[in-house]
């Protein structure tokens, strides 16, 4: 599924959010929004899911304004958003009922993403009884059981451990070249960004607005990101970060924080 952006800007009463942005993210496109707190990348997500609309302009999923949320774009948030009251086997198969398919259909559908997950053996548990990283694991299957044709990603992992973050990355992107979703991940973990995207955009300070595009292609990656050090520092930049001894800031890094006109 297309995504389109035209001259989009939202604004929460006087307090401007983002700034005429425009983009077109592909079919099967997995794209990375980075940037500061605050700046509105969450915004876009919740435009693209219709959870919100926007002040000005347009979003379009294949040509067709989004105006209400639907099943075929799934949101995943932070937070793992699982029922408590529920087994994990229950979380993934909700999915299914809710779009009025039966209840047998619908488990032997999880039964089979909670082992894609490696979570066979745990159907009958709570969230409450496994970890966190079992807790998202759980989160995306139940994403992926329905097939979405776009797939929105909150800082996904952000609640996690490093070793554990970087392990459900690796899932992650398994299971989104077997699938082929459209992927939009809102993520402040850089490395996250470039070993999972095909292109990154990064984001001002409020109102947001692109400062930089990195095109990265749809290439095999892994977690040693050497080959893409030139760019990991460029981005780091741009979001002020210091990546060498000199600590006065530079005017991109006065940029990403706000301090230029």
Known sequence: MKLHFERVSKSFGDLNVIDRFDNTIADGEIVALV???GCGKSTLLHMVAGLEQATHGRVQADDQDIERPSPKRTLVFQE???????????????????QGQPAEHARNEASIWLERVKLAGFEGYYPHQVSGGMRQRCALARAFIARPQVLLLDEPFGALDALTRMTLQSVLKDLIEQERPTVVLVTHDVDEALYLADR???????????MREVTLGHIPKTHDLTAFADVRREV?????????TDTTPSATQREAQGETS
């Open 80 to 98: 793992h958003a699982l029922y408590p009251w529920m087994t994990l086997l229950e979380n993934v198969a909700v999915a299914l009922e809710f």
């Open 35 to 37: 940037g500061p707190s």
């Open 236 to 244: 780091l930049t741009l979001l002020g970060i210091d990546t060498d």
């Open 200 to 210: 990154v955009l990064v984001f001002s300070q409020r109102p947001a607005r692109v």
